[in-house]
């Protein structure tokens, strides 16, 4: 199991951004140099976190996109679920009722998905401050 580089760049994205003053903007191409990607890109990225209102975007010369307001706390889930999608990472080939393989492997998934709910991404933020601070 593996998730794309969009995720890890969404995910790296969405740090940044909350690094930053609360109401500053970051443009797409500050975004796309931190993370050596094209600001092509990185835009398809930013229009799915925008879509699932994990940030905000402005348009225009001095536009940009910080992280929503109505967003306190954004999961490791809610990014993934924002570039990755909402569906099951297995899917029984045989269909047969009460199979006990998909019965574990939705456990699992279920257990895995609870566990990226708890994880946010403020605390990532937390530490990386922190860890600033030291330097």
Same mark, same amino acid.
């Given at each position: 199991?593996?998730?794309?580089?969009a995720t890890n760049?969404?995910?790296?994205?969405?740090?940044?951004?909350? +690094?930053?003053?609360?109401?500053?903007?970051? &443009?797409?191409?500050? $975004?796309? *140099?931190?993370?050596?990607?094209?600001?092509?890109? @990185?835009?398809?990225?930013l229009t799915?976190?925008?879509?699932?209102?994990?940030?905000?975007?402005?348009?225009?010369?001095?536009?940009?996109?910080?992280?929503?307001?109505?967003?306190?706390?954004?999961?490791? +889930?809610?990014?993934?679920?924002?570039?990755? &999608?909402?569906?099951? $990472?297995? *899917?029984?080939?045989?269909?047969?009722?009460?199979? @006990?393989?998909?019965?574990?492997?939705?456990?699992?998934?279920?257990?895995?998905?609870?566990?990226?709910?708890?994880?946010?991404?403020?605390?990532?933020?937390?530490?990386?401050?922190?860890?600033?601070?030291?330097?």
């Amino acid at each position: 199991m593996r998730y794309s580089n969009a995720t890890n760049y969404a995910l790296h994205t969405i740090v940044h951004l909350m +690094l930053q003053p609360r109401e500053s903007l970051v &443009g797409v191409q500050e $975004l796309a *140099e931190m993370q050596r990607l094209s600001p092509t890109y @990185l835009s398809k990225i930013l229009t799915k976190l925008t879509k699932a209102g994990l940030i905000q975007s402005t348009p225009g010369a001095k536009g940009g996109y910080k992280i929503s307001t109505t967003k306190h706390e954004i999961s490791f +889930l809610d990014v993934i679920h924002a570039i990755e &999608g909402d569906t099951s $990472l297995f *899917e029984c080939t045989i269909h047969h009722e009460g199979c @006990l393989i998909e019965s574990t492997m939705r456990k699992a998934e279920k257990n895995m998905k609870s566990e990226l709910e708890s994880m946010l991404l403020n605390d990532i933020a937390d530490e990386a401050k922190a860890k600033q601070k030291k330097s």
